[in-house]
Structures are given as structure tokens and as C-alpha cells.
Nanobody, 130 residues
Framework: EVQLVESGGGLVQAGGSLRLSCAIS???????????IGWFRQAPGKEREAISC????????YFGDSVKGRFTISRDNAKNTVHLQMDSLKPEDTAVYYC????????????????????WGQGTEVTVSS
């Protein structure tokens, strides 16, 4: 069974930075290099939002409009880990951030492809104070 373990959430002031990490572990019949890993977030009272994703196969990425230009995503295939660097944080970035993986998808998943997500992390809280 594959698991995703997130780390790096916390409290930061507006304009600051945080880095989230998502480590993949467990036994998979599909090579981890064939995974697409990314992040959703959900704020209280709001719908879940897909914000970024990276293909472990070729490094191609997706960013939602709300984070484009402020967030970057990277992969470390040797460590089966994905990092989300969040800069210029705003209070509206406050949410629970969930790592998500699509197995065997060699390209970034899109927001409309929630059904393609096979594994979810437990979530990590990010709070941005004004």
C-alpha cells in the first residue's frame, strides 16, 4: 500500500514563505517515476482547490491561477519526494493542504481529474496571518 506523508505546514505572516514536502512510501506495482504528485487545498467553508502538480516521469507541471508566479513545485525522484515552495503568501492561502497522487499518470493531473487521484495524504495546515 502506498502512503503519502506531508510535512512543512505552519503559521507564517503575509509575505512570508513555507515549503511543504510530500514523501511517498510503501509498495507499489507501478514505479514511483510513473506517478503524478501534487497538492489540493481546502479552506473552511470553501471548495477543494487543485493548486499544483508535477509529473515524476518528466517533471512537467501544473499551477492554478491563484498561485501561479508565487508557488513552485519540484521533485526529488531519488527520495520519492515532492516539494511545494510557497512564496509571497497571502491570508487567502490559509487552508489545509493535501498531497495527492495519481498512479501511472505520466503527466500532471488537472483540476477536473479529481477522479484520477488514487492516494491522498492526511493534510497539513497552513495559516497566513495578515
Amino acid at each position: 500500500e502506498v502512503q503519502l506523508v506531508e510535512s512543512g505546514g505552519g503559521l507564517v505572516q503575509a509575505g512570508g514563505s513555507l515549503r511543504l514536502s510530500c514523501a511517498i512510501s510503501g509498495v507499489s506495482l507501478v514505479p514511483f517515476d510513473d506517478y503524478s504528485i501534487g497538492w489540493f487545498r481546502q479552506a473552511p467553508g470553501k471548495e477543494r482547490e487543485a493548486i499544483s502538480c508535477i509529473s515524476l516521469y518528466d517533471g512537467s507541471t501544473y499551477f492554478g491561477d491563484s498561485v501561479k508566479g508565487r508557488f513552485t513545485i519540484s521533485r526529488d525522484n531519488a527520495k520519492n519526494t515532492v516539494h511545494l515552495q510557497m512564496d509571497s503568501l497571502k491570508p487567502e492561502d490559509t487552508a489545509v493542504y493535501y498531497c495527492a497522487a495519481a498512479v501511472g499518470l505520466r503527466r500532471p493531473w488537472l483540476p477536473s481529474e479529481v477522479g484520477a487521484i488514487d492516494v491522498w495524504g492526511q493534510g497539513t495546515e497552513v495559516t497566513v496571518s495578515s
